[in-house]
């Protein structure tokens, strides 16, 4: 069998591993001490720590101090979403959680809450928050039993579609509950900051900016407001997560906030390939004539990640596409990839009112910084092999 070059076009599941973040890790891995021990050992695992928690901070515009580090965006999600939230000194007991329909379902399945906890905020058409709704919700909310967690996305994993964050932070802290900002597919893809969301806490994760897989955090709006911690133990991350600290992830994390730090600007530019793309399917279409209809692309009048491009081309159903688009050497998506390998009907696009054969259809492509037209050309090529299949 000739080898075939490959065309990695998935970023938004996991991004490949930075060359800096592997040297940082390596190096890491060399280092002899558990972070917690307070002899010279320890105290130099803990500078790498400590540094890695400065570079992820510089990058978000937070505090240090404010940030948790864990095994990923899953566990910094069952980390807040927690029936207690210590605030000033009290505990705030915690009784439901308004999520927005497009929401990950580390995030709908509610965390220690449960799902039956949950209620789905629904989404216009064009994927963003109906924000008169959830005022609505949050005006009638009986609170007797506890206050309450607002989840949004800074940007869907699926459309890249970015939602009203401050808008919606306004109607939450007028009612006086908290705000939960999943930013794992904003970090490094466009300028995030975690004070301008005027969130209460927000999700990040590592493998999505080119760190490694099994490293995440939670940052805190201040030192007075956390979770009940999910992982009691040993008083790490200063009692708010409990377990020795994976230092080489955490370091390769670090490596590439501050990677991002330094190119997010030049890597901003590169997604722009993304247009490049949308146009190109377009043409195909066009090109196939009466056989194969236009494409339809998911919130492109909406403000999107530059990177991300999820569309549909009625007829042509995803499972196909994406083997056939495999064999050619592309790396594309259905969606997000947290469904065991599966393909399977979008809840995200379900939410937006996209109707079966729509869903049926749907395809993500997301590039990444490492990204060239040349790879796009290629994944244009292949496409309309594919469509003139489909047309004969």
């Given at each position: 069998?000739?080898?075939?070059?490959?065309?990695?076009?998935?970023?938004?599941?996991?991004?490949?591993?930075?060359?800096?973040?592997?040297?940082?890790?390596?190096?890491?891995?060399?280092?002899?001490?558990?972070?917690?021990?307070?002899?010279?050992?320890?105290?130099?695992?803990?500078?790498l720590v400590e540094n890695a928690r400065r570079q992820l901070a510089a990058l978000i515009d937070a505090n240090p101090a404010n940030i948790v580090f864990t095994s990923g965006a899953t566990e910094a999600a069952n980390h807040v979403l927690s029936p207690i939230i210590r605030a000033g000194g009290q505990e705030l007991a915690i009784s439901k959680v308004y999520a927005g329909a497009t929401e990950h379902p580390c995030v709908l399945n509610g965390g220690r809450l449960g799902v039956d906890a949950v209620e789905h905020v629904p989404v216009h058409e064009n994927g963003l928050v109906d924000t008169a709704a959830l005022d609505s919700v949050l005006t009638s909310h009986d609170f007797s039993d506890g206050s309450v967690l607002v989840a949004v996305q800074y940007a869907n994993s699926e459309t890249g579609i970015i939602q009203p964050v401050k808008a919606i932070a306004e109607i939450v802290h007028k009612h006086e509950c908290f705000l939960v900002v999943d930013a794992v597919q904003a970090l490094g893809k466009t300028e995030f900051s975690v004070a301008e969301t005027e969130a209460d806490f927000v999700i990040l994760s590592s493998h999505k900016i080119g760190g490694p897989q099994g490293a995440g955090a939670l940052v805190l709006a201040n030192g007075a407001l956390?979770?009940?911690?999910?992982?009691?133990?040993?008083?790490?991350?200063?009692?708010?997560?409990?377990?020795?600290?994976?230092?080489?992830?955490?370091?390769?994390?670090?490596?590439?906030?501050?990677?991002?730090?330094e190119n997010l600007t030049e890597n901003i530019k590169k997604y722009s390939l993304r247009d490049s793309i949308e146009t190109g399917l377009s043409t195909i279409s066009l090109e196939a004539g009466n056989e194969i209809s236009s494409p339809v692309f998911f919130g492109k009048s909406e403000r999107r990640l530059g990177n991300t491009s999820c569309f549909a081309?009625?007829?042509?159903?995803?499972?196909?596409?994406?083997?056939?688009?495999?064999?050619?050497?592309?790396?594309?998506?259905?969606?997000?990839?947290?469904?065991?390998?599966?393909?399977?009907?979008?809840?995200?696009?379900?939410?937006?009112?996209?109707?079966?054969?729509?869903?049926?259809?749907?395809?993500?492509?997301s590039v990444g910084w490492n990204s060239t037209q040349e790879e796009a050309d290629r994944f244009l090529n292949a496409w309309k092999t594919i469509i003139g299949r489909m047309a004969a």
């Open positions: 069998m000739s080898h075939i070059e490959r065309t990695y076009f998935d970023y938004n599941a996991s991004a490949p591993l930075l060359d800096c973040a592997r040297e940082a890790m390596f190096d890491a891995l060399s280092t002899v001490g558990n972070a917690s021990s307070i002899h010279f050992d320890g105290r130099n695992a803990r500078k956390s979770p009940k911690p999910l992982l009691s133990g040993g008083g790490q991350e200063s009692y708010h997560r409990g377990g020795t600290e994976n230092v080489a992830a955490i370091v390769g994390f670090g490596a590439a906030c501050e990677w991002h730090q081309v009625e007829g042509i159903k995803a499972e196909t596409a994406l083997v056939a688009l495999d064999l050619e050497g592309i790396s594309v998506s259905s969606g997000s990839a947290c469904s065991s390998g599966k393909v399977k009907q979008s809840h995200v696009l379900k939410a937006m009112g996209a109707n079966d054969k729509e869903m049926a259809g749907a395809l993500r492509v």
